[in-house]
Structures are given as structure tokens and as C-alpha cells.
């Protein structure tokens, strides 16, 4: 027989293991609910058609149709003359750089904004203004609602070549995801504090939304090359887009070291 | 003359002395290596684990772990999670061994699914992706969710893991002193 305080103990022990137990099965659920979504998207593996929507606002069929069209004249296309053809970003010297970094990102992203901080000044420095590589900005605004815009608007700004400065105008002032802070009104803005852009020519690009399916491309590129997270990253040679690497996440400097020192490697072999 | 103090004395004892400071049942349970090495395999685990989804860490093309300035406070929070759950699981490992009538298994897990959970989706940017592939709309606001109130997420993760860590504290002492009173009554 156990003693009334014995039995009060006892009492107390099934009353903390009973809480205890409530809190695991709380765990529990919503790792099992994270496990399920992985399953089940895991399944859908064509990265294509998991990506073409928009979910920032509803395309229209005929836009389905004309991206479809426009994806397959330049699928996988990723040479950098082809890359400048369409009218994307770069920075670096494309007559001499042998090697070409494709960043897909994303303005609300914070993960590319640490990237941008951290790891892109070292790319920059050591690789692009050596003349050895070239960085092209291809976006892929999958965060947010507002990120199609802030790309659309980063666009107009390449217009004018200020895009480089929206860049860093952007990730320097990242805020939470649709939080407002790109809002069409912030994105004007920004816009209206870097020098020398003409804003009439600027909102009239924007508001008119002329880089919509720039940017829908972009992403149906990305999707090709399955991407998914932002940023992300190929590196290739630049002539042809060939010997594609990868690299998803925002890699400090010593992950693109090893792999634009090794293409070098293989571009100066070859050249022998 | 008076008695001088060695470094090596001194040291044992000051190690001694931070031992003696700790609760009872933390000093029972981790008196044993078994215990120690336990929680040091665990901690290790989710350290590698935690890194790798906040991105600070990085097995390809080479091994790679870096500290950007931004992600200084996640670090430290999931640095004391991983602590945490080190000592956490092995006393329960340490309980269900010792007390196996009187410990729900499940207790084993008590704030170590939330403290993941807390800790790896949010910083996971392919976990948000799937959570805006999936649910489309809801999903945009889940993922945000989990972005904007990271920090705060894990903090209270770490809160749920003290709790626990409290709890089965409890558990042990009260677990002792029943084993103990049991061993009395029968001799």
C-alpha cells in the first residue's frame, strides 16, 4: 500500500508526464505534417510544372502560350551572348570573362540578401573585376506576393542601366516578406533616390508592366534548371553555356572559389 | 608558512566545485560517461543538422561552415537548442532505463518536435517553397510566418525544451526518491 504522500507524488509525476506527453504529440504532429508535405511534393517531380504558375497573379491562356513558345525557342540557353541577348542584368567584361555565374534570386529573399552582403563583394572583387567571370542576374520572385514586382521594377531599372543600383538599393533596405516595403508606392521610392534615373521613363515602364513576361521567363528558366530556392546559382563557360554547376543556397565565397578555380583550370587546359 | 594552492588543484577543484552546482539529478545522470557521450553525439547531431537548413554549413563542392553577421543570433539560438536537446534526450534515456514502469515513452520527444520544427523549416527555404507549391496562397502566408518570427520561434522552442528539461529533472528526483523509498520498505 502506498502512503496518501506517496500517493500525492505519484499524482504529481502523471500530471507532469500527462503535460509533457500533450506537448510531445504537438511535436509530433506538426513534424509529421512537415514530413507529409515533403512526400507529397517529392512526388510531383517535374520541376516545370510545379514552378509555371504565377502565383502573384493569374496568367491568362494565351500568356501560358506565348511563354511555352518563348521557353522553348531558348530553353536551357544559358550562354552568356544568349543571356545578354535577352536583355538580363550582368556585370563583369563579357569579351574576356571565360566563365559566367547565373544568379536566380529573389528581392524579398533573405537568404539572397546574406549572399549579396556577404558573399558577392569577394565574387566581385576576385573573379569579375579580374576580368575572369561575369555575373548575370536572372529573378526568381517565389517568396512573396510582392517580389514580382520589385522584379519588374528592377527591370525598368536595367532600362536604364541603374540595375546594378536597385540591386543593392533593395537588399540593402530588405525588409520582411510582404511587408510592404516593395510595395509599388516604396518601390517608386527607391527608385526616385538612385541618381540619374529618368522616373517618367521608369514609371511608365513599370506601370505598365513591360517586364512581366521577362520576368515570367526568368522563372520558367529556373524551373528548367529545377530550381526551386533562392538563390540559386549556375556557373558555365561563357561562350556556350556548357559544363553547367550548381549551387543552391547562399554559398560563402569558398564554395564558388573551388568551383570557378576548377573551370578556369579546364577552360586554360583546353585553350592549350 | 602558508599553504599555496596549485594550478592543478585549483582546477579540479574549481571543476569539481561547477559540478556540485549543478541540480542533483543533472549530476547523477552525467556521472556516467555513457551519459555524457550520449548527450555529446545528440548535441553534434542537431548542430550539423540545424547548420546545414540555416545554410551556415556546407558539404558541397567543399566542406565549408561560415558566421555572416545576419545570421549571428540564429546561431546562438540554435546553438543552445542543440544543447538543450542533447541533454534532454539522454535524460530521458536516462529515465525510461531507470524507471521503465513509470515513464511514458512518448515523453521522450516533449519539445524536441517543436524545437525541430522551429528550428529547421523556417531556415529551410525548399521546406517554405514546398509550403507555397502545396497550399499556394496559405502557403505564402505559412512560409512568411515562419520567416518573419524566426527568432521568435526559436526562442520559444528553447522555452519548451527548458520545460522539458525541467519536467524530466523533476521526474528523475521524484523518480529517485520513490526508487529509494521502495528499496526501504522492502528491506
Known amino acids: ?272 | 608558512m602558508r599553504p599555496t594552492l596549485s594550478l592543478p588543484t585549483f582546477k579540479s577543484k574549481l571543476l569539481s566545485l561547477l559540478f556540485y552546482i549543478l541540480p542533483s539529478p543533472i549530476r547523477i545522470v552525467f556521472s556516467s560517461v555513457l551519459y555524457i557521450s550520449l548527450a555529446a553525439a545528440i548535441t553534434a547531431g542537431f548542430w550539423i543538422i540545424f547548420n546545414v537548413f540555416e545554410q551556415l554549413l556546407f558539404f558541397w563542392p567543399v566542406w565549408v561552415f561560415y558566421l555572416p553577421e545576419d545570421a549571428i543570433i540564429s546561431f546562438i539560438l540554435t546553438n543552445v537548442s542543440a544543447v538543450l536537446m542533447g541533454l534532454l534526450v539522454s535524460m530521458n534515456v536516462y529515465i525510461i532505463k531507470h524507471f521503465k514502469l513509470q515513464i511514458s515513452k512518448s515523453s521522450l520527444f516533449s519539445g524536441t518536435g517543436l524545437s525541430i520544427l522551429s528550428s529547421t523549416c523556417i531556415s529551410c527555404s525548399s521546406v517554405g517553397f514546398l509550403l507555397i507549391s502545396t497550399f499556394e496562397g496559405l502557403g505564402i502566408v505559412v512560409s512568411n510566418f515562419l520567416s518573419i518570427y524566426q527568432i521568435q520561434l526559436r526562442i520559444l522552442s528553447i522555452a519548451i525544451l527548458l520545460f522539458a528539461l525541467y519536467s524530466v529533472h523533476a521526474r528523475t528526483k521524484k523518480g529517485c526518491m520513490i526508487e529509494y523509498n521502495n528499496k526501504r520498505r522492502s528491506t
Not at chain 1, 10 to 38: E, M, N, R
Not at chain 1, 139 to 166: E, M, T, V, Y
Not at chain 1, 167 to 185: A, F, M, R, T
Not at chain 1, 222 to 236: E, H, K, M, R, Y
Request: glycine share 4%; net charge positive.
Open chain 1, 1 to 272: 500500500m502506498l502512503k496518501p504522500q506517496q500517493n500525492q507524488e505519484q499524482g504529481k509525476l502523471k500530471q507532469t508526464i500527462d503535460i509533457t506527453s500533450g506537448i510531445s504529440f504537438v511535436g509530433i504532429f506538426f513534424c509529421l505534417t512537415i514530413i507529409a508535405i515533403t512526400l507529397m511534393s517529392s512526388s510531383f517531380n517535374s520541376p516545370i510544372v510545379k514552378n509555371n504558375y504565377y502565383y502573384a497573379y493569374a496568367a491568362t491562356a494565351e500568356e501560358k502560350q506565348q511563354r511555352e513558345t518563348n521557353n522553348n525557342n531558348n530553353k536551357n540557353n544559358i550562354s552568356l551572348p544568349n543571356l545578354i541577348q535577352q536583355g538580363s542584368p550582368y556585370l563583369g567584361d563579357p569579351s574576356t570573362a571565360p566563365i559566367t555565374i547565373v544568379d536566380f534570386s529573389d528581392f524579398q529573399c533573405y537568404l539572397c540578401a546574406r549572399y549579396v552582403k556577404a558573399t558577392e563583394p569577394i565574387i566581385n572583387q576576385t573573379y569579375i573585376q579580374t576580368g575572369k567571370a561575369v555575373l548575370v542576374f536572372k529573378h526568381l520572385p517565389n517568396r512573396g506576393f510582392d517580389s514580382i514586382n520589385s522584379s519588374i521594377a528592377a527591370q525598368c531599372a536595367n532600362d536604364q542601366g541603374k540595375f546594378w543600383d536597385f540591386h543593392q538599393l533593395l537588399y540593402k533596405n530588405q525588409k520582411p516578406i510582404d511587408s510592404g516595403w516593395v510595395s509599388k508606392e516604396n518601390l517608386k521610392k527607391f527608385a526616385a533616390k538612385i541618381s540619374g534615373l529618368d522616373m517618367n521613363k521608369y514609371n511608365s515602364c513599370f506601370e505598365s508592366q513591360k517586364y512581366k513576361s521577362f520576368v515570367e521567363e526568368d522563372v520558367a528558366l529556373a524551373s528548367s534548371l529545377g530550381f526551386q530556392d533562392t538563390p540559386s546559382f549556375v556557373i558555365v563557360n561563357s561562350k556556350d553555356g556548357s559544363n553547367p554547376e550548381i549551387l543552391k543556397g547562399a554559398h560563402p565565397f569558398a564554395s564558388f572559389k573551388a568551383i570557378i578555380d576548377k573551370k578556369l583550370r579546364e577552360v586554360e587546359d583546353s585553350s592549350k
